[in-house]
C-alpha cells in the first residue's frame, strides 16, 4: 500500500523566513496530494493541494511543488508570520472515482519565532 | 461550505462499554466518508471508509467488530466503538468528501476519547 514519508519533523523559523516541508511517497499510482494544517486540538484545515498533472501551484504565501518522477512533492510557505506555526501534513492518495482514500505523512511541527 | 460536524465533541466512558460516535455532512451530501485516529502528537491513521449505503472498508489492522461503522444517509456516518477499553482512548476525527470530481477531503473537529 501506499507510504508518505515527511521531513523535517520540527522546523523552526524566524518570523519572515520560507519554510520547506518534504514529502515522499511509494505508489507511483497517487494522483492527488494536499497540504492540511493543524493547529493544536483543531480539526486539520486544507491550506492548498496538487494533482498529478500539475507540477507546481501557488496560493499567496504558500506553495507546493510535484516531481512525479522523484515521487516527491513539497510544501514551501514565504514571509512566515507567527500564525503558520502549526502541525502541517502531507498526503497522498487518489481521485474520488478511485476510492478517494488519502494516506498521511507523519506531520511537521512548524515554529515561527517573532 | 463544506462543513463536517462530529458528536460528542468529547466523551468519558467506563472500560467495558461502547461508544457512539456521529459524523454529518451540514452543507453537501457526503456519499464517502472517512475515519481516522490520532494519538497525540502523532499522524492521522485511516481505519476506514465508509460508503453509503454499503458496508465499510476497513484498513489493515482495524478490527471491523470492535469499531462499527454505519453509513445509513447522505449526511451521517456514525463510528461505534465496542467494549471500549484504555487503549481505545484517542481523538477520532472523521471526513467527508463531496464526490464528483473533487477528491477534497473535509474534516469533522473530532471527538476525544477517554476510557478509564
Known amino acids: 500500500g501506499e507510504n508518505v514519508e515527511q521531513h523535517p519533523s520540527t522546523l523552526s523559523v524566524q518570523e519572515g523566513d520560507s519554510a520547506v516541508i518534504k514529502c515522499t511517497y511509494s505508489?507511483?499510482?497517487?494522483?492527488?496530494f494536499p497540504w492540511y494544517k493543524q493547529e493544536l486540538g483543531k480539526r486539520p484545515q486544507l491550506i492548498i493541494d496538487i494533482r498529478s498533472n500539475v507540477g507546481e501551484k501557488k496560493d499567496q504565501r504558500i506553495a507546493v511543488t510535484l516531481n512525479k518522477t522523484a515521487k516527491h512533492f513539497s510544501l514551501h510557505i514565504t514571509e512566515t508570520q507567527p500564525e503558520d506555526s502549526a502541525v502541517y501534513f502531507c498526503a497522498a492518495g487518489f481521485g474520488y472515482n478511485q476510492g478517494g482514500k488519502l494516506i498521511f505523512g507523519q506531520g511537521t511541527e512548524l515554529s515561527v519565532k517573532p | 461550505g463544506a462543513v463536517v460536524s462530529q458528536h460528542p465533541s468529547r466523551v468519558i466512558c467506563k472500560s467495558g462499554t461502547s461508544v457512539k460516535i456521529e459524523c454529518r455532512s451540514l452543507?453537501?451530501?457526503?456519499?464517502?466518508m472517512f475515519w481516522y485516529r490520532q494519538f497525540p502528537k502523532q499522524s492521522l491513521m485511516l481505519m476506514a471508509t465508509s460508503n453509503e449505503g454499503s458496508k465499510a472498508t476497513y484498513e489493515q489492522g482495524v478490527e471491523k467488530d470492535k469499531f462499527l461503522i454505519n453509513h445509513a444517509s447522505l449526511t451521517l456516518s456514525t463510528l461505534t466503538v465496542t467494549s471500549a477499553h484504555p487503549e481505545d482512548s484517542s481523538f477520532y476525527i472523521c471526513?467527508?468528501?463531496?464526490?464528483?470530481?473533487?477528491?477534497?477531503?473535509?474534516f469533522g473537529p473530532g471527538t476525544r476519547l477517554l476510557v478509564l
Open positions: 452543507d453537501f451530501q457526503a456519499t464517502t
Open positions: 505508489d507511483s499510482a497517487s494522483n492527488y
Open positions: 471526513s467527508a468528501s463531496s464526490g464528483g470530481a473533487r477528491e477534497t477531503q473535509y
